[in-house]
């Protein structure tokens, strides 16, 4: 059994696309490099990383991609980071830890990670807590 597609839109300008997310937690604490307030002193914050996959085929099973795979992906994306100081981990020994270069970090380890699926990431969201977050995505995505 192949993948599922579906009929396409009569409008050659329109492209049906299915989409999935998933949510993933962790614990870690770091510093701002250069900010001038608080967030220049070492805090933690229990973040939310919210990955969003496309595709517009489902496959055999009529998924974009089964969440436990998307899980597993993430997993060795976040792990290294859980109950950890973010400035200490490589790229962000180099890099700031903003919640918007994690986001664009955790979208290129992602799309490493799946290449060769029919599944592309369009967008990472990183929340520090329920009311910031920041997110990335490709202008080229699906």
């Not at 937690?25 to 919210?50: D, K, P, W």
């Not at 998307?70 to 919640?99: G, M, R, S, W, Y």
């Not at 520090?128 to 990335?136: C, D, K, L, M, V």
Request: net charge negative.
């Amino acid at each position: 059994m192949g993948a599922v597609s579906r009929a396409r839109s009569s409008s050659n300008l329109e492209i049906d696309v299915f989409q999935i997310s998933k949510d993933f937690t962790f614990s870690a604490a770091h510093s701002i490099r250069g900010h001038q307030g608080g967030c220049e002193r070492l805090h933690g914050h229990n973040y939310r990383v919210r990955i969003h996959l496309a595709s517009e085929q489902l496959n055999e099973l009529g998924m974009v991609m089964d969440f436990a795979d998307l899980k597993k992906v993430a997993d060795d994306i976040l792990t290294p980071f859980d109950h950890q100081v973010i400035n200490d981990i490589p790229p962000f020994t180099e890099l700031n830890t903003t919640a918007e270069l994690f986001a664009e970090y955790v979208f290129q380890q992602v799309q490493l990670r799946i290449k060769g699926e029919q599944a592309e990431v369009v967008k990472v969201e990183v929340w520090e807590n329920e009311r910031s977050g920041a997110s990335f995505q490709q202008e080229d995505a699906i």
